[in-house]
């Protein structure tokens, strides 16, 4: 199982970021996929997750409304549009899925500053 997250930077308050996982050695279209995040200092934190056919997404409070998870079954790729980002959103953010047992990509940066 391989999961390699991009589309992370510095952005200011207000922009947008789209970040990209793409997933290989598993079976992508059945599994559910999930995308976390880790401030320093703090627990991580589960932020989406998408259903293994996309039809059912579910947000944390804190970015419902901003966040948007969605998924390309044909590019075995998970994606995260966030909009109206605040400084609270820095952290890495992390893709992941459970196959055996839960599995992680290395993370890509986002921070939130002016």
């Known amino acids: 199982v391989q999961l390699v997250e991009s589309g992370g930077g510095l952005v200011q308050p207000g922009g947008s970021l789209r970040l990209s996982c793409a997933a290989s050695g598993f079976t992508f279209t059945t599994y559910q996929m999930s995308w976390y995040r880790q401030a320093p200092g703090k627990e991580r934190e589960l932020v989406a997750t998408i259903s293994s056919g996309g039809g059912t997404t579910n947000y944390a409070g804190s970015v419902k409304g901003r966040f948007t998870i969605s998924r390309d079954n044909a590019k075995n790729t998970v994606y995260l549009q966030m909009n109206r980002l605040k400084p609270e959103d820095t952290a890495v953010y992390l893709c992941?899925?459970?196959?055996?047992?839960?599995?992680w990509g290395q993370g890509t940066q986002v921070t939130v500053s002016s």
């Open positions: 992941s899925t459970l196959v055996g047992r839960r599995r």
